[in-house]
């Protein structure tokens, strides 16, 4: 049996017992388990800032509707591109502001504002991820952009870069190292000054053939000084060993300096043709030279999120099969969370969420692209498949001790309107989850953002439980108050 401690509030004429409930016979619902993510592009300001050269209180209006909406259907985590062509959408001492946010490149939003702070902070008060999305070879987006800034790695460090034949797209050379100790310098100097979820990469590894006329990658100079420093491997596994360092040293990293940080890659959909059989299209393994089975088998990531953006019924790129040869790969047992396109049928996408549901067991997941879509109709999400909020899946491979029990204070109100103020025990949390019982069932659990939770207490309730879940979604024992008699106004 539930040990339960009384708490006697006398001049209210209410008792509650209290207790950190660990008996499984208590029939209280928990709240589904399901990754629900949205990417928002700042490339072409795709998604956010809707055009350059909007003032801050325009920019702040856009990042708080996306947010809201994202909030209204039940979503829990964005992710926010913070570096689309090795420029910064955040205060940084190694590459220059976004031309998407000003207009010209180098030149910081007015005031102070700092974007990426501005996001983290309201993302986390409605208790939604934020993971920061990061390009990490691609250098120079095309013309158009007015002049570059002194410290736009194109202009310091040319050497790094070589041109493609496409719009003047220009590419940092992924196997020369201090191309690799710059991305990495990058992303590390964002996880360890911002209050991040996560990093994430897209499917950006060495540039789609068509970026270079369907020409090979311009690293003539530096394979031929890797062969004469005695080199022996073949041009596309010496790419793919170069991009197979980044993904494992970058893991690493992340690991020693913030555990929780979550890293995870959104790969072209098929690794390559005829895997699983009948499967065709682009080969990323030698085109891309992105190895993506090596990392989700290793274990690099903390989650695999293959974008798959054809039908369910597409004969072949089919969506379930490849899912299914995805889950197969994941020896790991890392999360597995499918990119998904919005298309204009709603039926195609709640068909695939099924589908993501089915074969996703315990801890399924999916992102949309792109957020803009969402902004104008939400395509039966919130009506058909998004009824509930659900928590992200924890990462047991990363933690799985509990968090302490929140801890329930009690705040007056007046006789009228008695509450309670929930906050956290020795530890901070990052969300709280709320049930409680009338009329001798337990309804479904509510998920709060936070650091606290105001709860009214009303003659109608009967218990409530508490439980807080911290950075890594491992959810604590419940704290669980019951009403001896009804409570007095």
Not at 326 to 350: D, F, V
């Amino acid at each position: 049996m539930m040990k339960r401690q009384k708490l006697i509030i006398p001049f209210l004429g209410i008792v509650f017992y209290s207790g950190a409930m660990a008996n499984p016979a208590v029939n209280m619902p928990s709240p589904a388990r399901e990754f629900r993510a949205a990417w928002v592009a700042t490339v072409h300001n795709l998604d956010w800032p809707s055009r350059p050269g909007l003032s801050v209180p325009q920019m702040k209006e856009e990042a708080v509707a996306i947010l809201n909406r994202i909030e209204e259907l039940r979503m829990n985590a964005v992710i926010f591109q913070v570096r689309p062509q090795a420029d910064a959408l955040y205060r940084s001492d190694l590459e220059p502001w976004s031309w998407y946010l000003t207009g010209e490149q180098g030149r910081a939003p007015a005031g102070g504002f700092d974007p990426l702070d501005f996001w983290i902070e309201q993302a986390h008060a409605r208790g939604i991820q934020l993971h920061a999305w990061f390009n990490p070879y691609r250098a120079y987006h095309g013309r158009g952009q007015g002049e570059m800034a002194p410290n736009y790695i194109v202009k310091s460090h040319p050497e790094l870069v070589v041109k493609l034949r496409k719009s003047g797209y220009q590419w940092l050379d992924p196997a020369l190292e201090e191309a690799r100790l710059h991305t990495i310098r990058v992303v590390m100097d964002v996880v360890k000054r911002y209050d991040i979820d996560g990093v994430h990469f897209d499917d950006y590894f060495y540039p789609y053939p068509a970026y270079n006329g369907n020409r090979s990658f311009p690293d003539e100079t530096s394979y031929s000084a890797y062969k004469k420093a005695g080199g022996s491997m073949a041009i596309g596994d010496w790419r793919r060993d170069a991009v197979n360092s980044l993904v494992k040293d970058l893991y690493r990293e992340i690991k020693a300096e913030k555990n929780y940080v979550e890293f995870g890659i959104s790969p072209f959909g098929i690794w390559r043709p005829g895997y699983p059989k009948g499967i065709n299209g682009l080969d990323q393994y030698r085109v891309l030279y992105a190895d993506a089975r090596k990392w989700i088998r290793e274990g690099w990531v903390d989650y695999m999120m293959p974008q798959l953006y054809w039908p369910v019924n597409a004969r072949k790129q089919s969506f379930p099969v490849l899912l299914d040869w995805w889950h197969e790969q994941n020896k790991a047992g890392r999360h597995l969370w499918p990119g998904m396109k919005i298309t204009a049928s709603s039926g195609e996408l709640t068909k695939q969420i099924g589908i993501v549901r089915d074969q996703g067991g315990a801890t399924p997941g999916m992102c949309l692209f792109s957020m803009k879509r969402l902004m104008r109709s939400d395509r039966g999400l919130q009506s058909k498949v998004w009824k509930e909020p659900a928590l992200i899946p924890a990462s047991p491979w990363l933690a799985r001790t509990p968090p302490p029990p929140p801890r329930i204070l009690y705040q007056g109100g007046g006789t009228s309107s008695p509450y309670l103020l929930i906050e956290p025990g020795s530890e901070p949390f990052f969300q709280i989850v709320v049930n409680e019982k009338r009329d001798g069932e337990w309804l479904p659990a509510r998920i709060f953002p936070c650091t606290y939770v105001r709860h009214p207490m009303d003659p109608g309730l009967e218990e409530v439980a508490f439980r807080a879940v911290n950075r890594l979604r491992v959810m604590s024992r419940a704290v669980v108050l019951s009403t001896e008699r009804e409570i007095r106004h």
